[in-house]
């Protein structure tokens, strides 16, 4: 098995059982142990680690084989069951031990994965300890066994911190004395089937919120019966969006299948974006900072509207722009000591749950927005759609570093454009009407992968058809 096909940037990922079964996660386990948990013990303490998993039918195997190679190398082992990934996220803050969460989001489920963190649930990928977990992980499974190491195995115990997960989101938007608000919830059959009936219902024993909830595909399936859990496609929010104008709803929440991300309707059924998203949180945050006195950093990154710096300066915070992806979102988040984070793709990051993407806490963000307001939330997330955006366009080449610095050259002959490498290629219009866009390479397929925003339809449809243009004719 060479695990170099499993083992991603972030995280790991792949088919079961071809190439994820109980004893590959069972080695991924043990490296895990001596990579970071054994090294992160305090002195004094005992090595812990904290487990959970997601509804997908192999997951549950998958999470106690991975237990039991941590347990092998000496270090106890917290079974928490079924979590969304956030979910996760808060046992490794709470209990300050490194943790594993088995998922594959919203691939298929033919698939599953692991997402590892340190304590704190700060973030592993490949410069962090991933690659090495790899490795070892890998020179275990080529001589065909895990070698004892002669410590006494770790204790395997069980968990439930899903109660203790909800309060502790409640104690950070306090929904209680809101507005009656009506909400469609679509789990996409994921997570947030499991977690959304805690939180913004009763489920957990916590008091009742005034929220009537209606609920799409709450039913747990790893099979995705109904739709892919992943709602950037815009395919997968057709339900919702038929749902909440029938439902007379003030808005609807579409989570992917491990519940970290969420995306927003508005009562018309009309996606709000999660650049808007992003910007209403973000004025929330900076308005509780300054309130304390303190001064508001709020992360983004450059493929959000330009709003959210705009909106982010306007309000007395201080926007700070990143690379596309959670670790480098999460890093300055932590150099920065930033109160907020937000991405294009629906991660939201918040320094109160560790500095961690919690995709339930910014739609309790939203909810408590528009409890406050007596607008309908169309006319609220209208403060925050000030550019059109393109969405992601994908264009399959043979040589992406070649035709992206055509592009550059083709924009950069009249010379009235910024241009910044960043991340891929991102020029900038100096002149009215305004406009930008970014393309930037996958790292996983032969793709570019190209966003564009302007001051209106007009300008963003040119721009993004000049731009497809010198791509287009130089496909594969």
């Known amino acids: 098995?060479?695990?170099?096909?499993?083992?991603?940037?972030?995280?790991?990922?792949?088919?079961?059982?071809?190439?994820?079964?109980?004893g590959v996660v069972r080695a991924l386990g043990a490296a895990f142990a001596e990579v970071?948990?054994?090294?992160?013990?305090?002195?004094?303490?005992?090595?812990?680690?904290?487990?959970?998993?997601?509804?997908?039918?192999?997951?549950?195997?998958?999470?106690?084989?991975?237990?039991?190679?941590?347990?092998?190398?000496?270090?106890?082992?917290?079974?928490?069951?079924?979590?969304?990934?956030?979910?996760?996220?808060?046992?490794?803050?709470a209990l300050g031990v490194p943790g594993a969460m088995f998922t594959a989001s919203h691939n298929p489920a033919q698939y599953n994965g692991i997402k590892l963190c340190r304590a704190g649930a700060r973030p592993v990928g490949q410069d962090t300890g991933l690659a090495a977990v790899r490795e070892l992980a890998q020179r275990w499974l080529d001589a065909g066994e895990v070698p004892?190491?002669?410590?006494?195995?770790?204790?395997?115990?069980?968990?439930?911190?899903?109660?203790?997960?909800?309060?502790?989101?409640?104690?950070?938007?306090?929904?209680?004395?809101?507005?009656?608000?009506?909400?469609?919830?679509?789990?996409?059959?994921?997570?947030?089937g499991h977690t959304v009936p805690a939180v913004l219902g009763g489920a957990a024993g916590l008091p009742a919120l005034p929220l009537a909830v209606?609920?799409?595909?709450?039913?747990?399936?790893?099979?995705?019966?109904?739709?892919?859990?992943?709602?950037?496609?815009?395919?997968?929010?057709?339900?919702l969006q038929a749902a909440v104008p029938r439902a007379g709803a003030d808005l609807g929440l579409a989570f992917d299948g491990d519940?970290?991300?969420?995306?927003?309707?508005?009562?018309?059924?009309?996606?709000?974006?999660?650049?808007?998203?992003?910007?209403?949180?973000?004025?929330?945050?900076?308005?509780?900072?300054?309130?304390?006195?303190?001064?508001?950093?709020?992360?983004?990154?450059l493929i959000t509207s330009r709003a959210v710096p705009e909106i982010v300066a306007e309000d007395g915070g201080t926007p700070v722009r990143t690379r596309v992806g959670h670790s480098f979102i999460k890093q300055r988040m932590a150099e920065e000591d930033a109160v907020f984070g937000g991405e294009h793709s629906a991660h939201y990051y918040f320094r109160d749950f560790w500095s961690a993407d919690t995709g339930m806490l910014a739609a309790m963000h939203v909810l408590a927005a528009l409890a406050e307001s007596d607008r309908p939330l169309s006319e609220l997330a209208r403060e925050y759609e000030?550019?059109?955006?393109?969405?992601?366009?994908?264009?399959?080449?043979?040589?992406?570093?070649?035709?992206?610095?055509?592009?550059?050259?083709r924009f950069t002959a009249t010379g009235d454009v910024d241009v910044d490498r960043l991340d891929g290629l991102t020029i900038t219009s100096r002149s009215e009407p305004v406009w930008w866009f970014n393309l930037r390479a996958s790292n996983t397929e032969p793709l570019l992968r190209l966003n564009a925003?302007?001051?209106?339809?007009?300008?963003?449809?040119?721009?993004?058809?000049?731009?497809?243009?010198?791509?287009?004719?130089q496909e594969s």
């Open 36 to 93: 970071v948990v054994l090294p992160e013990v305090a002195a004094g303490a005992r090595p812990s680690a904290v487990v959970g998993h997601d509804m997908r039918p192999s997951s549950p195997e998958l999470s106690r084989a991975f237990a039991d190679g941590v347990a092998s190398r000496g270090a106890d082992v917290v079974l928490i069951g079924l979590c969304s990934t956030d979910g996760l996220y808060y046992a490794s803050g």
């Open 1 to 22: 098995m060479d695990l170099a096909s499993v083992v991603k940037a972030y995280d790991v990922r792949g088919l079961v059982p071809d190439q994820i079964d109980a």
């Open 214 to 239: 209606e609920e799409l595909y709450f039913e747990l399936d790893g099979t995705f019966p109904n739709h892919e859990a992943n709602p950037l496609d815009p395919e997968n929010l057709r339900d």
């Open 453 to 473: 925003e302007g001051a209106d339809e007009a300008t963003m449809v040119r721009v993004r058809d000049e731009v497809l243009a010198i791509v287009r004719g």
């Open 148 to 192: 004892a190491t002669g410590a006494e195995p770790g204790a395997v115990s069980t968990r439930d911190v899903l109660a203790d997960y909800a309060a502790h989101l409640r104690s950070l938007v306090d929904l209680s004395g809101a507005r009656p608000l009506r909400v469609v919830v679509d789990a996409g059959n994921g997570m947030a």
């Open 386 to 409: 000030r550019y059109v955006s393109s969405g992601e366009v994908n264009s399959t080449v043979a040589d992406a570093a070649a035709v992206t610095d055509l592009v550059e050259q």
């Open 259 to 301: 519940a970290d991300r969420c995306f927003v309707v508005d009562e018309n059924g009309d996606p709000v974006s999660p650049s808007a998203v992003t910007a209403l949180v973000a004025r929330r945050e900076i308005a509780k900072e300054r309130a304390a006195g303190r001064q508001a950093v709020v992360i983004h990154n």
